[in-house]
């Protein structure tokens, strides 16, 4: 299956996208890496599964995947109180995502 992991460089989305690799699933892993470290996922590039994309959700992208898990938020207070407007539009922008995957089936 082609899956989506918004915030995959985290800490939820990077063991996610380990699993997902490791089951056989082609995995788009999307981060702007405002928490999350591209070392995170370092020992899944070599894997021909994994595709890291540098994006922000902010600005939904234009994929087509069959599965989309969305962990695109800083989890800590002090990253997620930084900027609070940003905060509520990547989440908006992670449920809008999904609408229009549910659409599109
Ligand atoms: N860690 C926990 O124990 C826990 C428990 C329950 C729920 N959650 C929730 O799961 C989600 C992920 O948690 P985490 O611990 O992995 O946090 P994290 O900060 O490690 O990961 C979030 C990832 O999202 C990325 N990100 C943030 N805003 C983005 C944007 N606009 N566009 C693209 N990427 C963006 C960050 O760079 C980071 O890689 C959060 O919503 C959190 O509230 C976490």
Same mark, same amino acid.
């Given at each position: 299956?082609?899956? $989506? !992991? =918004?915030?995959?460089?985290?800490?939820?989305?990077?063991?996610? /996208?380990?699993?997902? !690799?490791?089951?056989? &699933?082609? !995995?788009?892993?999307? #981060?702007?890496?405002? =928490?999350?470290?591209?070392?995170?996922?370092? &020992?899944? $590039? #070599?894997?021909?599964?994994?595709?890291?994309?540098?994006?922000?959700? /902010?600005? @939904? @992208? $234009? $994929?087509?995947?069959?599965?989309? *898990?969305?962990?695109? /938020? @800083?989890?800590?207070?002090?990253? *997620?109180? *930084? #900027? @609070?407007?940003? =905060?509520?539009?990547?989440?908006?922008?992670?449920?809008?995502?999904?609408?229009?995957?549910?659409?599109?089936?």
């Amino acid at each position: 299956m082609k899956v $989506l !992991v =918004t915030g995959g460089a985290g800490f939820l989305g990077s063991h996610l /996208c380990e699993r997902l !690799v490791g089951q056989g &699933h082609e !995995v788009i892993c999307l #981060d702007n890496f405002f =928490t999350g470290r591209r070392e995170n996922v370092r &020992h899944l $590039l #070599d894997s021909s599964r994994l595709e890291l994309l540098r994006h922000d959700v /902010c600005e @939904p @992208p $234009l $994929l087509s995947v069959e599965q989309i *898990y969305n962990l695109a /938020c @800083p989890a800590s207070p002090i990253h *997620y109180q *930084y #900027d @609070p407007i940003k =905060t509520v539009k990547s989440n908006r922008s992670a449920a809008g995502m999904n609408r229009s995957q549910e659409h599109r089936a």
